[in-house]
């Protein structure tokens, strides 16, 4: 039977979970990235899947990174893998471990927040449109051109977080391809 | 009301006010992709081709 939708609230149940996850030393800092954390700041749009960032303890780090430690913690917990997603609480979620300085220093300087009670981070609008930047799909333009329409990011920081992560160039060619004439 | 007006009154909404609308979405996503609703406008489409 299809669950009806008074009766949702996977994402806070998933924010729970990560967050015991946490408390038991899997992972140390962690920060919602993708849709769900642009949701923060944005309009929502539809999304089918839970973006969370995390950094492992240090005294885990090894020469071999794995997500095993995650998927073992959270399978005997319900968690239920499938493709690149680990599904809790009925949302497809995906664990990503940094892959450049630009997302060590999202998660770390990613924004607290509350969901119902349940503690969480995010991070922030400009990190999250300058990780948009550098991912560089079709739908991270529009997410991009979703939060400067609505006003939802500090153009100084951003351009400093650009700056910092080389990315201002590339900053560069998305305003002469998306933003001539438009928003500035 | 306006497009930029509603997404203002969206974005204004609290974090989980904003997630709720989010997990009524993904329903309905699901719902849409279980019905086989949008392979039958894919097949009507390709034959129109």
């Keep these: 039977m299809m669950r009806r939708l008074a009766e949702n609230g996977f994402v806070k149940a998933t924010f729970e979970t990560i967050n015991n996850m946490q408390a ?4 140390a800092n962690y920060a919602i990235g993708g849709a769900v954390g642009a949701t923060f700041y944005l309009a929502p749009a539809a999304t089918i899947d839970l973006d969370v ?19 073992e913690h959270l399978k005997a917990r319900g968690g239920k893998v499938q493709d690149e997603y680990i599904v809790l609480s009925g949302w497809p979620v995906q664990f990503l471990l940094p892959s450049d300085a630009l997302e060590s220093e999202a998660i770390a300087e990613a924004v607290n927040t509350t969901v119902e009670g349940v503690p969480t981070r995010v991070m922030t609008a400009e990190h999250l449109v300058a990780i948009a930047l550098k991912t560089g799909r079709a739908k991270d333009y529009t997410r991009i051109l979703q939060f400067l329409e609505q ?27 998306f933003l001539e004439g438009g928003v500035r | 009301m306006s497009k930029p007006k509603l997404q203002a009154r969206l974005a204004s ?28 406008v ?8």
């Design chain 1, 53 to 71: 960032f995390f950094i492992f303890p240090a005294d885990s780090s090894g020469l071999l990174v794995t997500l095993a430690p995650i998927y």
């Design chain 1, 151 to 177: 006003g939802a990011v500090d153009r100084q920081k951003l351009n400093r977080i650009l700056e910092r992560h080389k990315l201002s160039e590339r900053w560069k060619q998305f305003e002469t391809r």
């Design chain 2, 13 to 40: 909404l609290s974090f989980w006010e904003k997630i709720k609308i989010l997990e009524k979405l993904r329903d309905r996503e699901k719902a849409i992709a279980a019905s086989g609703l949008r392979k039958n």
């Design chain 1, 24 to 27: 038991d030393g899997v992972i």
């Design chain 2, 42 to 49: 894919l097949k009507q489409d390709d034959n129109k081709d």
